[in-house]
């Protein structure tokens, strides 16, 4: 990479493999010698009935693998928490194992896999002291979540990006009780509307 790219850039894999549905064996060698990240977009996988990653295989490997919802062409709601739903889902039957994939492993690839992605383990993706205040606090006192066993289960199997309460970014709060606080999320949802009316105008498209 350029030396004008930033350090944590410079430090991410060199091999990200998004996807992933067909890869051999001798490929999966490949990703564990070189140190290759998987990103795993499961919803966008079934939706256009590409395949299924071998994420369990991966994992066991010692390959990082990522979660991603894909772009809102293959993901209608690019819902990040259904996608660990999907997840641990798409583990389980793929292997035939009810125990492929544990709320853990799925919220692990979601958060600390996602920060080797982006080659910043140092910074993000886990609570701890030194790294950026980036926390989505989730609301599982609803109908949905009730009765929490675990908290992990509830999380993956539970919720949906309805129940995301507040978010934070680097300390900054972006999202309080459920509303936008640095968009407004009304004027950018009629935005919006409005080219998706132009867009079908100038392509003769009734809407």
Request: hydrophobic share 45%; proline share 5%.
């Given at each position: ?52 990653a ?9 390959i ?101 309460d ?42």
């Amino acid at each position: 990479m350029s030396n004008g790219w930033p350090a944590w850039a410079r430090s991410a894999p060199d091999v990200q493999l998004v996807h992933s549905v067909w890869l051999d064996d001798h490929e999966l060698d490949l990703l564990v010698e070189h140190g290759g990240v998987v990103v795993h977009c499961p919803v966008a996988n079934m939706y256009l009935a590409s395949g299924m990653a071998r994420v369990p295989e991966m994992r066991r490997r010692g390959i990082t693998v990522a979660l991603a919802t894909d772009g809102p062409g293959s993901n209608n709601n690019q819902d990040m928490l259904e996608v660990l739903k999907t997840t641990a889902l798409s583990g389980k039957v793929s292997t035939l194992d009810a125990m492929a994939l544990l709320p853990e492993e799925v919220i692990w690839m979601a958060c600390r896999g996602g920060s080797h992605a982006f080659g910043q383990p140092a910074f993000i993706g886990s609570l701890e002291v030194g790294k950026k205040a980036d926390v989505v606090l989730v609301d599982l006192d609803t109908p949905f979540a009730m009765p929490v066993h675990r908290v992990p289960s509830a999380l993956v199997y539970n919720v949906n990006s309805g129940s995301v309460d507040t978010v934070i970014v680097d300390g900054a709060i972006l999202m309080r009780d459920k509303q936008m606080l640095v968009v407004d999320e009304k004027a950018l949802l009629a935005e919006a509307r409005a080219a998706c009316t132009r867009l079908f105008e100038r392509a003769g498209i009734a809407g």
